[in-house]
């Protein structure tokens, strides 16, 4: 396992997890994280997981919370936790799981994922799937640490009016928050309707206004020996916002104030994007799917969006989107990122590309 080169994996292992379920992006993803879920739970095998890893990345502090490695798996990958152990032992510094919401919601109907394999790129339009927070937290609390830093992506439930989306992110923090090392505040997904529109400043102060207010309180409570909660040492859980690329430079720097006034940690960038831009000519039919795209189509784009967050906030940002390489996460941090995380990449290149970052951000 260990010399799974990203060639060997393009070549041999990628085709094979591709063909999976006839070809549907969904049960190959699925059928992926069972299979990790499985190795995780065998001492053995995570062992053998991480000697594949090889080398260690660079360990940072960002928004008081200890990185092992700059490197991270974007939520999305893993919405309910089923693999959480094995993130880790594949060399990823921190998981981000969800995006999750107060209600268990099947989400939109199947086909919902799709490659755009010339471009390497992923369109979905999964629409927050997931178990719901009271599930993951019951998950979580029998799981124990999972040996990196958990960041927690929460959504609004699709059966919530966006009038009252506060309540909908409130309950999922209050179940969440002591396992967390971060909470990521998902506003940017374009998969749920109404949802972007609590990126504009009225809504969005509101909502971040009462999810740092509500994480202050919780601080207070006692904490579970060994949990995210008991590390922070009664510091509140630090918030973070997802801010999706397509906004214009003025509504960012907009977003960002309200960021700096509500007392948020930090900022992810980016989210999927509605663009189609930079697709190859034989996926063209296929990016007229409707939903949210990923990978390579938005590596040029993700990157601007962090050079402009990075130069006008000190906040730090979790840098996200396109990084298909090595040189794109460099390209990322050197636009200010101080963490990144990977999805679309991991999925076409496999795990050296983790690897690779590793050793590429270790010299840094």
């Not at 309950?171 to 969440?176: A, F, Y």
Request: hydrophobic share 40%.
């Amino acid at each position: 396992m260990g010399s799974l080169t990203d060639t060997a994996y393009r070549s041999l292992a990628r085709p094979v997890l591709f063909r999976l379920g006839k070809g549907d992006a969904e049960t190959a993803h699925h059928s992926t994280l069972r299979l990790l879920g499985g190795i995780a739970g065998r001492p053995a095998a995570a062992s053998a997981l991480r000697r594949a890893a090889g080398s260690t990345g660079r360990p940072a502090t960002v928004f008081g919370v200890d990185f092992p490695s700059v490197v991270g798996l974007a939520a999305g990958m893993d919405k309910d936790g089923l693999a959480l152990k094995a993130w880790p032992a594949l060399g990823f510094g921190f998981t981000e799981v969800g995006t999750v919401t107060a209600l268990a919601q099947p989400g939109n109907e199947r086909p919902r994922l799709f490659r755009l394999r010339a471009s390497e790129g992923i369109i979905n339009r999964m629409g927050f799937n997931n178990e719901g927070s009271a599930a993951l937290a019951e998950r979580l609390e029998t799981l124990g640490g999972i040996g990196a830093p958990l960041g927690i992506s929460l959504g609004k439930s699709k059966l919530t009016p966006v009038e009252d989306a506060v309540e909908d992110y409130l309950t999922s923090l209050r179940r969440l928050h002591t396992y967390a090392d971060y909470i990521a505040v998902n506003v940017s997904s374009p998969n749920t309707p109404g949802l972007r529109s609590l990126q504009d400043a009225g809504p969005l102060t509101e909502l971040l206004g009462a999810l740092t207010a509500e994480a202050r309180m919780l601080a207070n409570e006692p904490a579970r020996y060994g949990s995210p909660a008991e590390r922070r040492h009664g510091r509140p859980v630090p918030v973070l916002v997802k801010i999706a690329p397509d906004l214009t430079d003025e509504a960012i720097a907009e977003l960002l104030q309200v960021c700096q006034d509500t007392g948020v940690a930090g900022v992810i960038a980016t989210n999927t994007t509605l663009g189609r831009d930079w697709i190859a000519p034989a996926d063209r039919q296929l990016a007229a799917q409707t939903g949210g795209l990923s990978g390579a189509p938005l590596t040029v784009r993700a990157r601007e969006v962090v050079r402009f967050v990075a130069g006008h906030t000190d906040l730090p940002v979790i840098g996200v989107g396109g990084i298909m390489s090595v040189d794109d996460g460099k390209a990322l941090l050197d636009a200010g990122a101080s963490l990144i995380q990977l999805y679309s990449g991991f999925i076409y290149t496999g795990p050296g590309l983790v690897r690779g970052l590793n050793r590429a951000t270790r010299g840094k």
